[in-house]
């Protein structure tokens, strides 16, 4: 009898009861870690003992199945009002940075980032995922040296809470590394009339969200501050030397890992995979592989329109995700636009370029950065082209959306 209680209570103590694992899920949604894959996530990485114990006005109780045949055992436990102050927080920084008021969110961040810090500790996924955030918003504000150093310091926190082989850590990296290679091509001087950019390709780069998504997501946008911003100068013809070219092969590193993560935990063709192949190619583009570069645009584009076509046909999936699959294709167009423009093949870029901006104007806004972005490179090829009167139509037209655009924001 002795041998089976042991036996029991050993099972018992490592499954934390349902009710346990939702009150945990409260801040972990707020950090972009919720729903069942964040649950799995955190069982595994997150011990029970991360979470305190308190008064609150939202009690749960606990069964007990070794007191099943006395009655059931309750515990009272609500998170204390640090955890809610955190939920809160990661909710006006996301609010805060969609509507462009980055001081505010910085605020906001630099709070949270704190008092997860200080409530559970580095060694959690809560306290990686708001050193995150608060680097993105840093990103947002211009601030490159110091966003530079808390995603670093973010993306020990994660290989340290959920490992190196987990989608938040591949997320963290990814954000990093499109730093690293901004960062380092403002450095470079660009080519004659190179004014284009890639645009944000995955969005906000938020944690738990490639977001990819920041990312980001998601996600990760005003402002283009969310993880992925565009590449300024897209005429290089290399990837320049001393520190400017350790940074890109730096990226380029980062974004190769990410890619090979994402692979082993989603599969070859999942979104995730071709939105980090979309990003590697852009900094392949800046070092000058133009050729590898070319090749992994076309297979992501490939990827992303068969899951874009995939998503449609299935009812259940939601209009968000076909618009979300939508934004990544356009991004990576948008990108192989640029880069077929580089290799003079003018024709396919403009092609490209249409495709592109007539997503974004469908999948996000027609006064959305990526959407203005990708209307300002159709207005440099036409320009490229000696063709003025487009290109200034393109460019009034731009300005109309970015005018609609503002007064939309000022009423809301």
């Not at 133009?290 to 899951?307: M, V």
Request: contains cysteine; neutral net charge.
């Amino acid at each position: 009898a002795m041998r089976l209680f042991s036996r029991l209570s050993r099972g018992f103590a490592l499954r934390p009861p349902p009710s346990t694992v939702a009150a945990h899920s409260t801040v972990m949604a707020a950090a972009g870690l919720g729903g069942a894959v964040g649950r799995r996530r955190w069982r595994s990485a997150a011990p029970l003992r991360c979470w305190s114990r308190g008064k609150s006005a939202e009690p749960y109780s606990r069964y007990d199945p070794l007191h099943a045949k006395h009655g059931p055992a309750a515990e009272t436990y609500v998170p204390p009002a640090t955890e809610a102050r955190i939920r809160s927080l990661q909710q006006q920084i996301g609010k805060a940075h969609a509507a462009g008021k980055y001081d505010e969110a910085r605020l906001a961040a630099a709070e949270c980032s704190e008092l997860a810090l200080s409530h559970f500790g580095p060694d959690h996924p809560v306290s990686a995922s708001a050193v995150n955030n608060l680097a993105l918003v840093h990103r947002s504000l211009g601030e490159r040296e110091r966003a530079t150093a808390l995603y670093r310091e973010a993306l020990v926190l994660y290989r340290r809470s959920v490992g190196a082989e987990h989608q938040s850590t591949a997320t963290v990296a990814s954000n990093l590394a499109l730093l690293l290679r901004d960062s380092s091509v403002a450095t470079q001087p660009a080519a004659e009339g190179a004014t284009e950019e890639d645009g944000e390709l995955g969005g906000r780069g938020w944690t738990g969200e490639s977001s990819a998504d920041g990312a980001t997501r998601g996600g990760g946008g005003g402002g283009r501050g969310g993880g992925e911003d565009g590449v300024a100068g897209g005429g290089l013809a290399n990837g320049g030397g001393g520190a400017a070219g350790d940074a890109l092969q730096e990226a380029r590193s980062l974004l190769e890992g990410a890619i090979l993560t994402r692979r082993r935990l989603m599969g070859e063709t999942h979104p995730e995979v071709s939105l980090g192949m979309a990003q590697l190619a852009t900094v392949l583009r800046a070092q000058g592989d133009l050729g590898a570069a070319s090749d992994l645009l076309e297979r992501a584009t490939e990827q992303l329109d068969a899951s874009r076509f995939a998503a449609e046909a299935q009812a259940g999936e939601g209009a968000k995700v076909t618009a979300r699959l939508g934004a990544l294709l356009a991004g990576a167009l948008n990108s192989l636009g640029l880069l077929r423009k580089q290799q003079g093949r003018f024709a396919e870029a403009q092609s490209l370029y249409t495709r592109a901006s007539s997503l974004y104007d469908t999948c996000t806004s027609t006064s959305s950065p990526d959407a203005v972005v990708c209307r300002h490179n159709l207005a440099e090829l036409a320009l490229a082209a000696g063709d003025e009167t487009r290109a200034r139509a393109i460019q009034l037209d731009i300005v109309r959306r970015v005018e609609a655009g503002t007064e939309r924001s000022a009423a809301d």
